[in-house]
């Protein structure tokens, strides 16, 4: 596990952005795995910039996302989906055939989640993954529980995750209370794999995540037997690392 320390939020979105550029150049039909929420927006935006001054192509490249939620489709403004096409499928020259999101809507999710699985599959896999981190740990929507989850599967929601996310609704009882989401066993299948965090909020999960025991309660920690993970975090989210380790 690698662990780049940046300057602000900004540092931390070029730098990530950085890496998916490398990666759309050495393969320009690569499978790219994203991410939704507030940390990844920067990254995006650098990606925009890039493909708006011609320096990146989009036209081969596919991508599949780690979650969304149950019961939104994609022209709901909460729904990943919808997120995703603001963010940086409409801004790129990127063919919406080959973007992928779970659907939230199919009427069976155990049958949307192993059609999931098996997308991922035919595309060859995922080549480099983007990852936020909640503040519980999770990754996707992989909620700190006693085990790790294989596979892409229907999740319930925990109180600390829909709090959060509380703030993206008109109310808290909007909030969706389940979710279908990669499991961590489909996340450490990429090939290479980025997380990006940044804030205060951020600092005692991204210590836990990198140097505390390997556990499902949270769920990031799995990412430390990852052959090739990258942790970009802002001086803020490194406060805690900072601390204990007297650096
Ligand atoms: P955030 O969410 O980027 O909005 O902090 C991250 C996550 O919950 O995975």
Redesign the pocket.
Known sequence: MKIIRCKDYEDMSKKAAALFFSQIHMKPDCVLGL?T????VGTYKQLIEWYEAGDLDFSKVKSVNLDEYVGLDGTNDQSYRYFMNENLFNHVNIDKANTNVPNGKAGNMDEEALRYEALIESLGGIDMQL????NNG??GFNEPSDAFDKITHEVKLTDS?IQ?NARFFESIDDVPKTAISMGIGTIMKAKKIVLIANGPK?ADIIYETCFGPITPHVPASALQMHPDATIIVDEEAYATILAKRGE
Do not use: D, Q, R, Y
């Open positions: 991410a929420g507030s940390t990844p990852l936020g981190i909640g999770h990754i995750t959060a951020k």
